[in-house]
């Protein structure tokens, strides 16, 4: 069974950093493109950042020029390295990937982490 399980959020001030990390794992051929998403209180999930599996990024406006998104394709592992957080940063950040695994036969699906709080606060 494939999982992706996001950690590294928390509450922080503004002007400060977090870096979040998201692990892939469980039967796993490769992955593809990797992103993150956040959802704040009544509003819809919005792309933050994503990057290829070649490692081209694409960031959400508000976000760029702040947060980094990276891979190590190694280890199936996402990273998002937030600075200068802002309050309107708050809210749950998930994980997403394709990834081609295994369930009852091979397929490529997309997966979600569970999420992790993020909460910028003075």
């Known amino acids: 069974q494939v999982q992706l399980v996001e950690s590294g959020g928390g509450l922080v001030q503004p002007g400060g950093s977090l870096r979040l990390s998201c692990v892939a794992s469980?039967?796993?051929?490769?992955?593809?493109?990797m992103g993150w998403y956040r959802q704040a209180p009544g509003k819809q999930r919005e792309l933050v950042a994503v990057?290829?599996?070649?490692?081209?990024?694409n960031y959400e406006d508000s976000v760029k020029g702040r947060f980094t998104i990276s891979r190590e394709s190694a280890n199936n592992t996402l990273y998002l390295q937030m600075n200068t957080l802002k309050p309107e940063d708050t809210a749950v950040y998930y994980c997403?990937?394709?990834?081609?695994?295994?369930?009852?036969?091979?397929?490529?699906?997309?997966?979600w982490g569970q999420g992790t709080q993020v909460t910028v606060s003075s």
């Open positions: 997403n990937a394709a990834i081609v695994g295994y369930t009852s036969t091979w397929n490529t699906r997309s997966y």
């Open positions: 469980g039967s796993i051929a490769s992955i593809h493109s």
């Open positions: 990057i290829t599996n070649n490692g081209r990024t």
